[in-house]
């Protein structure tokens, strides 16, 4: 147009999502005396799609005996995010840090009460799928010829996004700390690094599980992936022209 932008434009949806995972950690050893295992963590989650939009910028017209256009798109893929927290009213990702005390610290011979909730932790999760803004052309070729049964043809570009391959998650713990600093005749201030390592580690094979078992499959039944965008064309005519090619240009005498 006159202001230098594409006229023909189209939008990928912005979906949005919130859940609610429910995280149990099998019992681990922490040395020959102690077992860690985590019995109830809610983490509750927002995702973001991402979505997008694009451009029509090329159509390589019919011509001779072809009757079928190629169609040049640009597409731009928005940043899609994961994070712990909830959607707003309004649909917007609130990003919210996950407080809690977490662990069942136990004897292995059982002489004492295990102890619940050990470990404070203050902790916030934020993944992203990065944009990426690619031009791809629709292959095959639309076919201008309209069946009188079938109908027009359908050319589609299905990008599903990289899915979890392009997910960089996360977890940054703002404030992590032992509840008790002795257990016993053990004393527990050495084993804060050891309680808190396998609970990070599960946090975020939680969140990797979930989006690929269920963010990802439910997204795509709605159409889109996890920073994934596509194109339908559906009906497309071109009139009648005359292309002239190589046509010689000559300089004029001087």
Do not use: M
């Amino acid at each position: 147009d006159e202001d230098g932008e594409w006229v023909t434009r189209f939008y990928a949806p912005d979906v949005t999502l919130q859940l609610s995972a429910q995280v149990e950690l099998l019992p681990i050893n922490l040395g020959p005396l102690l077992s860690l295992s985590l019995a109830d963590l809610t983490v509750p989650l927002a995702v973001n799609a991402g979505g997008g939009e694009g451009q029509l910028i090329s159509a390589d017209c019919a011509r001779g005996t072809s009757n079928s256009v190629e169609f040049g798109v640009n597409l731009e893929r928005e940043v899609a995010r994961i994070v712990t927290g909830r959607l707003t009213a309004a649909g917007e990702l609130q990003p919210e840090r996950l407080e809690a005390n977490v662990g069942r610290l136990s004897l292995l011979s059982g002489l004492l009460p295990p102890i619940e909730g050990i470990l404070y932790l203050n902790a916030e999760v934020d993944g992203e799928v990065p944009g990426i803004e690619e031009t791809v052309f629709l292959d095959p070729r639309y076919d201008l010829y309209c069946d009188p049964i079938e109908g027009c043809d359908q050319s589609q570009y299905n990008d599903l996004g990289d899915g979890l391959s392009g997910l960089d998650l996360e977890i940054t713990v703002h404030e992590a700390s032992l509840l008790r600093s002795s257990f016993g005749l053990i004393n527990l201030t050495p084993l804060l690094k050891p309680i808190l390592d396998p609970v990070l580690e599960l946090l975020s094979n939680v969140i990797s599980s979930l989006a690929e078992g269920l963010i990802n499959p439910l997204l795509r039944t709605l159409g889109v992936g996890l920073g994934g965008i596509s194109v339908n064309v559906s009906a497309a005519n071109q009139d009648g022209i005359q292309l002239i090619e190589n046509i010689a240009v000559e300089e004029p005498e001087q």
